[in-house]
């Protein structure tokens, strides 16, 4: 689905609203529902601690060396773009709150097949990024136990992950709620600790804490507009997963209320969490310093005395990515259950349990893990990065189909034919414009550099098979449908 022009999108004469088709019939009659457990609270620090995870805790190392301090301006352009999205997600969900997943609002403005494609696109963006949280505990846990094959600790969190999402729902939000209020205050107490290093600015046994170190050592961008550019495809990978939010709708007791507050929170927690951390960070030590083996905060602390404050904040770096797979899984499984609501998938995925979860979709992510866990095995060195540029790829694509179908269903709006809803995009058109823009200098940077050129590629590759096969499906239960 190209992103070049979202007129190519829209037909002369639009209908309202696509009805999406029936389930299949032979599982029309399931049994049971997802359950509404998520409170707004919930919700609200589901979509904080989805933005928390490994992009910001090791992948920040790889696009620091190769932006340098000027990381902090990728980071930004990046957090406004994703902010658009997260406003074109919302104002969709607010208008249909009962939706499971991204395939409903892309089938209703898109078409079926566009549905098909963004839904399993998506599904494979969660269950790389999934892989990679594991990967990066299995780098983290290593830290204090290099003796520990890396596949324990990876097949233990796939395990424990496994059974918090089989659990009712409420108990998964529940845990979400307690390991992303660990993440928040650990990041807090590093930015309030960084700055009293800076303030103080002596006895430190290591590298002297300054703000200098923002234009020492090669310039605030050392590697020029180019290093900023190339950053991007890591920085993007570090918020995949923040539009999980809007797979917590049909789960949760107010989407109305709950969704908007939790979109509204986007900007400040970027500011914070992505911009302010990194940058106490690079003023605490040389950006220069700073390896890809570990995660860059840790390496930052132990490099200005505090090997202690290292220790405690890998344990949070622990926590992060743990709660990161978590709330993945959650994802990923309710991604796939939609897709078999619409007949886009077996029917086995439709399957909810008795605790009102969808244990099939859940089954199948748990098997996608462990492929994952197969793949650190046999290439332990190269799959972080690997997974994190094809995550990339499949991010882009998965925000700029969501900003497609807002921007088709503003153009209904406008056009009269769908009432404004209740939480709209303000500035509407130029911003969804502005960050397509974006992503398609992101695409570009992709295919410029040699490291992510193959995955872009390979991401190429997918679309075409998945729009293959979703013309396919679509064909075939559109001849079932005239037979029956």
Do not use: C
Not at 102 to 117: M, N
Not at 427 to 451: E, Q, Y
Request: charged share 10%; aromatic share 8%; net charge neutral.
């Amino acid at each position: 689905m190209p992103y070049g022009s979202a007129h190519s999108f829209i037909p002369e004469r639009t209908p309202v609203a696509t009805p999406l088709p029936p389930a299949p019939a032979e599982d029309a009659a399931a049994p049971r529902a997802l359950d509404r457990g998520l409170s707004t609270r919930h919700v609200m620090f589901i979509a904080l601690g989805t933005a928390i995870g490994t992009g910001l805790f090791l992948g920040s190392a790889g696009a620091i060396q190769v932006a340098g301090p000027a990381v902090l301006v990728a980071y930004a352009l990046a957090g406004a773009a994703i902010y658009v999205v997260m406003r074109a997600l919302g104002e969709m969900v607010v208008r249909q709150p009962d939706a499971t997943s991204f395939v409903d609002f892309t089938e209703r403005y898109l078409g079926r097949v566009p549905g098909f494609v963004l839904g399993w696109i998506f599904a494979l963006e969660m269950l790389l990024v999934g892989i990679a949280d594991a990967t990066a505990l299995r780098i983290y846990l290593g830290r204090w136990w290099p003796e520990v094959p890396g596949w324990v600790w990876i097949a233990g969190v796939i395990a424990l992950v496994l059974l918090l999402n089989v659990a009712a729902v409420r108990y998964f939000g529940e845990a979400e709620f307690w390991l992303t209020l660990l993440k928040v205050g650990a990041i807090v107490a590093m930015i309030l600790l960084g700055l009293g290093l800076l303030a103080s600015g002596s006895g430190l046994p290591g590298s002297q804490p300054s703000i200098s170190h923002l234009w020492q050592h090669g310039g605030f961008a050392p590697h020029g507009i180019s290093g900023i550019v190339m950053s991007l495809t890591i920085v993007v990978f570090a918020f995949g997963g923040v539009e999980t939010v809007g797979l917590t709708a049909a789960e949760a007791r107010d989407p109305r209320t709950a969704i908007p507050k939790a979109i509204n929170t986007v900007p400040w927690r970027i500011l914070i969490f992505y911009v302010g951390s990194v940058g106490i960070m690079l003023a605490l030590a040389p950006w220069n310093s700073i390896d890809g083996e570990q995660s860059p905060f840790v390496q930052v602390l132990d490099a200005v005395g505090l090997p202690a404050a290292g220790h405690v904040l890998n344990a949070v770096v622990i926590i992060a990515a743990f709660s990161a797979l978590n709330a993945i899984v959650f994802a990923t499984a309710r991604t796939l259950y939609g897709l078999a609501d619409h007949g886009r998938a077996p029917a086995a995925l439709r399957h909810v349990g008795a605790q009102g979860v969808p244990t099939g979709a859940i089954t199948v992510v748990g098997a996608g893990l462990v492929l994952g866990l197969v793949a650190n095995v046999i290439w332990p060195g190269v799959i972080f990065m690997l997974l994190a540029s094809l995550a990339s790829f499949t991010t882009i694509f998965v925000w700029g189909t969501i900003l497609v179908a807002h921007f088709v269903m503003r153009r209904q709006v406008a056009r009269g034919r769908l009432e404004r809803g209740e939480f709209a995009m303000p500035g509407w058109p130029l911003p969804s414009l502005l960050a397509l823009a974006f992503f398609a200098v992101v695409l570009v940077a992709m295919a410029l550099s040699p490291d992510t050129r193959p995955t872009l590629v390979a991401g190429a590759v997918a679309l075409a098979v998945l729009s293959g096969l979703g013309v396919l499906t679509v064909r075939h239960q559109e001849r079932a449908g005239q037979r029956a």
